[in-house]
């Protein structure tokens, strides 16, 4: 057993370092200061430097960040930083939580202790959640080790079983994530089907099938799906393809800046995130710093190449599988897709929220995770 506690302790001269620089930020000369249709907003991105440099309080964040129990473990070259909580109940489900880009760990800290604390099962039985939250290779607390297999999506979810059965002990449990934390829960349904008590999505990824058909009739929705998709492929993927293609010659530029980091991820967030659940400031700069801090936001951002380049294609999930659908999120698939695609015993539309669905909207997230596990047991 490897596992080790982990306490986040940033020394204070590096964050002395940080605020200089971002009091050094050099704008462009000519900005777009009152919209969004260049990119970030310019007078939104100086709001949010200024504050970040001045009353955003990394500390108090911190001391936040360790009222949860962090570990750290050793998995062949890599060092695996993971957040593990126990449930309330006797009766816990072990259930895996993997987060996306340009997210962390974070995403699912707001439905912890929604998830742990009991919940009735019937009339006579109650159970809980045993969570576990994982910082993908390369983001955050876990390393990116020079190895010379390709980490992806694939390889993730190979480190991930291990890290639940031979690390942590368990037999069975759930996966559950969004974005790649969706396709690494694919790929344990894919590889590891009878140690997967079932997955929960809130997204399928692109479906590219559905987006270049060859001598296949589209229905209704699948024809939305893909007038939907192809129009936000035009708007939105520029990111998609730099770091699917040279995402070492961004990487330079943002990890030398924190401003031009930040302003690389705030897009996303404001973009991507419902409209009636925008996150707080202080939660998104605390997701900021943990790229900042551990200068990973060239590792994450890798994944997109490894990913494009290396990942296997997936047949069939026979697994047991349940969609929490947020209706602000990306794309949204079509339900028969899904249902002819997967083992889909359960799909919920959710009242409100984005792309960061648990981190959005935690109540209803864990309520709709909880009631697709009582199906299972």
Same mark, same amino acid.
């Given at each position: 057993? !490897?596992?080790? /506690? ?40 100086? +709001?949010?430097?200024?504050? =970040? ?15 949860? #129990?962090?570990?750290? !473990? ?15 109940? +006797? ?53 990116? /080790? $020079? ?5 992806? #999506? ?10 639940? *059965? $031979? ?7 759930? &996966? ?14 894919? #590889? ?26 589209? !229905? ?16 939105? *993927? ?6 699917? *293609?040279?995402?070492? !010659? ?7 800046? /924190? ?27 605390? #997701?900021?710093?943990?790229? =900042? ?19 296997? &294609? ?12 947020? /209706?602000?999120?990306?794309? %949204? ?18 009242? $409100?929220?984005?792309?960061?669905? &648990? ?6 997230? &864990? ?8 199906? %299972?047991?």
């Amino acid at each position: 057993m !490897t596992i080790q /506690p982990l306490s986040i302790d940033i020394p204070g001269e590096e964050l002395v370092f940080l605020k200089k620089r971002l009091r050094q930020t050099l704008l462009p000369s000519s900005l777009c200061a009152t919209d969004w249709h260049l990119g970030i907003k310019a007078d939104y991105f100086t +709001k949010v430097i200024s504050y =970040w440099s001045t009353d955003y309080n990394w500390k108090k964040e911190e001391d936040k960040l360790n009222q949860f #129990n962090h570990f750290r !473990t050793a998995i062949n070259d890599f060092e695996i930083h993971f957040i593990y909580e126990r449930g309330e109940s +006797k009766n816990s489900i072990p259930l895996l939580l993997t987060h996306g880009w340009p997210d962390s760990f974070l995403r699912y800290t707001k439905v912890v202790s929604l998830l742990t604390k009991k919940r009735k099962l019937n009339v006579s039985q109650e159970f809980s959640f045993d969570v576990i939250i994982p910082s993908l290779p390369g983001f955050g607390f876990s390393n990116y /080790p $020079k190895v010379e297999q390709s980490i992806n #999506n694939k390889t993730i979810a190979n480190l991930w079983h291990e890290l639940m *059965t $031979k690390e942590l002990g368990f037999s069975k449990y759930i &996966a559950a994530g969004g974005d790649l934390g969706s396709g690494i829960s694919r790929y344990l349904a894919v #590889n590891f089907p009878a140690d997967l008590l079932g997955i929960y999505l809130n997204d399928v990824g692109l479906i590219r099938e559905l987006l270049t058909p060859k001598n296949k009739q589209l !229905t209704q929705a699948e024809h939305d799906y893909q007038d939907k998709t192809l129009k936000w492929m035009d708007k939105e *993927t520029g990111y998609i393809n730099i770091q699917a *293609t040279k995402p070492q !010659t961004l990487s330079f530029a943002l990890a030398d800046s /924190p401003a031009g980091m930040a302003a690389w991820i705030l897009e996303k967030f404001y973009t991507w995130s419902g409209n009636d659940t925008q996150l707080e400031l202080d939660d998104v700069l605390t #997701n900021i710093m943990i790229y =900042w801090i551990s200068n990973s936001i060239s590792t994450a951002n890798r994944i997109y190449y490894e990913n494009s380049h290396f990942l296997p &294609a997936i047949d069939k999930i026979a697994v047991p599988t349940g969609m929490g659908i947020f /209706p602000e999120d990306l794309v %949204l698939p079509p339900k028969d897709w899904v249902k002819s695609h997967f083992n889909l015993i359960h799909w919920t539309e959710i009242s $409100k929220g984005g792309h960061f669905t &648990a981190w959005e909207n935690p109540q209803e997230y &864990a309520d709709d995770l909880a009631e697709f596990a009582q199906k %299972l047991l």
